[in-house]
């Protein structure tokens, strides 16, 4: 079978601006029809790679070899909008091969790239929201149907029905494309091969990003065989350092179990039933209310924005709205936490609310100012973190910064290590209610699982506004959808169980059909219904699955016992060979959690995916 020649290649490349190098001997083929992400921390250097491959930047070492007469589409991640000008002649000068070429492009070219993404050439660039100063972006990496597209952060600022547009039209016309974003579920549904930009080196993989976390599992566990020849020690290290994302999101089984309890008592909230025994588990309602809502109306001249929509909001609660660009998002919250007035309604808030609020604009950070300055105003080496005192230099850790970032300039970060840095200050605040507009913004997966951990560990209520859908599915436990028109809905659950919901609210009006049609043929009819129940678990798996709480306990304790043994400071001196025993115990004891715990979360999603499978082929 015949291969595509690359139509882009980089060839040993090397960058440091003048430092420490990002990366070395970076080797990255772009063949044709290549859908391809390019993932890695924050900082290391991927935004550098792009702008490598458009031409931007000229590499230290190494060769760029692009394809005689081949036309890219670049996408910066952050791009400055002129004033007074309109998008037209905006994208206009962005040019026909590449976004910083300030040649005019040909009229129709313009018109056929804002056609693309709905933006009205005529408006002026100052009028635009985010939103659709990113969409006029997208046009002019769009202009002139480039043969390659470089995306960098291309869903930053879009509301979720242009995300699912942009994916169908980068699948659909099969684009060549090396894009960065955030966004996994994105990612997911349209990536054909991952670059992954580790610790200086450029790795790749054929495969899309769906297979990353597998894929960088593998890669941990051959550098942890060849770190065993070493020692111990190193082992350990390069396990966290590969494995430590893949990891925490694997085997955070509280996380899961506490979230889907959540989720259920949110239902049990919205929809009345068995609020009793709520009240009863968690104390009475009122106790625990933040926002109380009914009827809540809201419009800006004959625009309605909220049209009767009521809620209420408790204690603990995570709270997502989702909803277009436009569709009122930003007001609904503005309303709920009292900084907008009603038009009528009822509105309720808890009288000892202390707000917490993270801005996608980034507005509380000063670039002049130190990480350290941003965290500690006031000076000092420590700051209160929730009633805690941390060093600073400990908390940035946290945060996945390197001690000497933290007297570094803010100036000097990224995009994603500013988000971070606004997270960590936020987060560091007193407060029992944390609204969080956009936070995934720019971040990488490393620091989206942070951002999981610390929300888990926060003990208030959390209001979310995002389009990252996985995110959504991984924190909240209701969903508010603004779908524009006045028209405002509440579902318990995440993102996918709002689809879910919705989509089956939308094809009752069908069911009657799909009844006739298995009137007319018997056959069909019970050959779909044999085929709809699906199976279930093993007499030995549901076992084994009841089981594995009782055995994860016993190894906890078992743990619990040998670390007190290892704690005593004499005994190595004492009885050395005791030490050795008891080390190797605990070593044998830390691998059994994890394979208990890998097998529990296997049988457990396994259990939940066959419940899944019968409940459709009931519906059906």
């Not at 056609?115 to 009205?120: A, F, H, N």
């Not at 190193?234 to 925490?248: D, I, N, P, S, V």
């Not at 100012?369 to 965290?375: E, I, M, R």
């Amino acid at each position: 079978m015949a291969v595509d020649p690359p139509v882009i290649t980089l060839k040993n490349a090397a960058v440091g601006f003048g430092g420490t190098p990002l990366f070395t001997n970076a080797e990255l083929l772009v063949t044709h029809g290549m859908r391809a992400c390019l993932v890695g921390r924050n900082g290391t250097g991927k935004s550098t790679i792009m702008k490598l491959l458009a031409g931007l930047v000229e590499p230290d070492a190494g060769d760029l070899y692009v394809q005689p007469g081949l036309t890219i589409g670049y996408l910066p991640q952050d791009i400055p909008l002129p004033a007074d000008m309109s998008v037209a002649d905006f994208i206009a000068r962005m040019g026909t091969k590449l976004g910083m070429s300030y040649e005019m492009a040909p009229r129709h070219t313009v018109d056929a790239a804002l056609s693309r993404v709905d933006i009205d050439g005529k408006r002026s660039v100052d009028s635009l929201s985010g939103g659709e100063a990113r969409r006029a972006a997208l046009a002019g990496a769009f202009l002139g149907d480039p043969d390659v597209l470089l995306l960098d952060e291309p869903t930053n600022h879009l509301d979720l029905p242009t995300i699912e547009w942009l994916e169908r039209e980068l699948v659909d016309r099969r684009k060549t494309l090396i894009t960065i974003s955030h966004d996994r579920a994105f990612l997911e549904a349209m990536t054909t091969d991952t670059f992954w930009l580790h610790r200086g080196t450029l790795r790749h993989n054929a495969s899309g990003y769906a297979a990353f976390e597998d894929w960088t599992e593998q890669v941990a566990n051959a550098e942890v065989r060849a770190a065993q020849k070493l020692n111990q020690k190193l082992k350990a290290e390069a396990r966290w350092l590969e494995r430590g994302g893949t990891a925490r999101r694997r085997r955070n089984q509280g996380r899961l179990a506490r979230l889907e309890t959540m989720r259920a008592q949110r239902k049990a909230l919205l929809t009345g039933q068995d609020l009793v025994q709520l009240e009863a588990d968690a104390g009475p309602i009122g106790s625990r209310l933040v926002v109380e809502c009914e009827g809540l109306c809201k419009s800006f001249g004959d625009d309605v924005i909220i049209d009767k929509f009521s809620t209420r909001i408790l204690r603990g609660d995570r709270v997502g709205l989702v909803g277009p660009n436009g569709a009122g998002k930003t007001t609904l919250l503005k309303l709920l936490i009292g900084e907008l007035e009603k038009d009528s309604g009822r509105l309720r808030l808890a009288k000892n609310m202390s707000l917490a609020f993270f801005d996608q604009a980034r507005e509380q950070l000063d670039p002049n100012d130190t990480l350290w300055q941003a965290l500690a105003p006031r000076g000092g080496d420590s700051i209160n973190v929730r009633g805690r005192q941390r060093h600073v230099v400990a908390y940035l850790r946290d945060f996945l910064f390197d001690d000497k970032q933290a007297r570094a300039p803010i100036a000097t970060l990224s995009g994603g290590e500013r988000n971070r840095l606004l997270l960590a200050k936020i987060l560091a605040q007193q407060s029992n209610l944390l609204v969080l507009d956009e936070p995934t913004n720019d971040l990488d997966a490393d620091t989206l699982d942070v951002l999981l951990e610390m929300l888990d560990s926060y003990e208030g209520t959390v209001l979310l506004v995002s389009h990252d859908r996985d995110f959504l599915d991984r924190v909240v436990n209701s969903t508010i959808a603004v779908e524009g028109g006045g028209h405002v809905r509440e579902y318990p659950g995440g993102y996918s169980d709002y689809l879910h919901q919705r989509k089956r609210a939308g094809t009752s009006t069908t069911k009657t059909s799909a009844k006739t049609t298995t009137r007319a043929d018997p056959a069909k009819h019970r050959k779909k219904a044999s085929s709809a129940v699906a199976k279930k678990l093993s007499f030995k798996e549901e076992h084994e699955l009841g089981a594995l709480p009782h055995r994860i306990n016993a190894l906890e304790h078992a743990k619990a016992e040998l670390e007190k043994v290892l704690a005593d400071p004499e005994l190595f001196a004492r009885d050395a060979a005791a030490y050795e025993t008891a080390a190797g115990k605990l070593a044998e004891v830390q691998a059994a959690i994890g394979a208990a715990e890998d097998r529990w979360l296997d049988l457990e999603s396994l259990r939940e995916s066959l419940e899944r499978a019968n409940d459709a082929g009931a519906e059906q």
